[in-house]
């Protein structure tokens, strides 16, 4: 069974994550000829507090 563990900063819509979701399990079943109904997508998403770039957080950024 596939799994797929995605980390990505907050904010993006529930339609957005659905499509990610879809994608995602499409291209592994595609490149490891496994059935989708096996395919698990595991999306985490992080604070911009706790997401840090080049030194300070996306929050302080403005990200």
């Known amino acids: 069974m596939p799994i797929a563990q995605i980390n990505i900063m907050e ?8 499509t990610l979701v879809a994608e995602v399990t499409a291209a592994i ?3 490891l000829d496994s059935p989708e109904q096996n ?3 595991l999306i985490h998403e ?8 080049a ?8 990200r």
């Open 39 to 41: 395919i698990r997508v």
């Open 11 to 18: 904010g993006r819509s529930n339609e957005q994550k659905e």
């Open 29 to 31: 079943s595609r490149s």
């Open 55 to 62: 030194g300070s957080s996306a929050k302080k950024l403005g």
């Open 46 to 53: 992080v604070p911009k507090q706790n997401w840090g770039i």
